[in-house]
């Protein structure tokens, strides 16, 4: 019963910005570290940020002072804002879930093409 729907993906030029959304169900979100990993074509899925219970967060050499992670327990939803995008940023999003210990659950994803 876990979901978890991304949002927010979309064709954007370099240098511009976009926001994904993840909106969350089937779990007790307040206490659940979230996260974002991205796949692009021939590479590996990275986690790009994560944010715990308590707000703390992780964002990868790669994004970070680019990327935002948050969260709004209010509304189950976590949100990647990415600034800066450059084309390398071209991957489809995916939110993630952890649980004990590891991120086990991820949404559908939402793709992201950063190009002129």
């Known amino acids: 019963q876990v979901q978890l729907v991304e949002s927010g993906g979309g064709l954007v030029q370099p240098g511009g910005s976009l926001r994904l959304s993840c909106a969350a169900s089937g779990f007790i979100f307040s206490i659940s570290t979230m996260g974002w990993y991205r796949q692009a074509p021939g590479k590996e899925r990275e986690l790009v940020a994560s944010i715990t219970d308590t707000g703390n967060t992780i964002v990868a050499d790669s994004v970070k002072g680019r990327f935002t992670i948050s969260r709004d327990n209010a509304k189950n939803t976590v949100s990647l804002q990415m600034n800066s995008l450059k084309p390398e940023d071209t991957a489809v999003y995916y939110c993630?879930?952890?649980?004990?210990?590891?991120?086990?659950?991820w949404g559908q994803g939402t793709q992201v093409i950063v190009d002129s």
């Open positions: 993630s879930r952890a649980l004990t210990g590891m991120f086990r659950y």
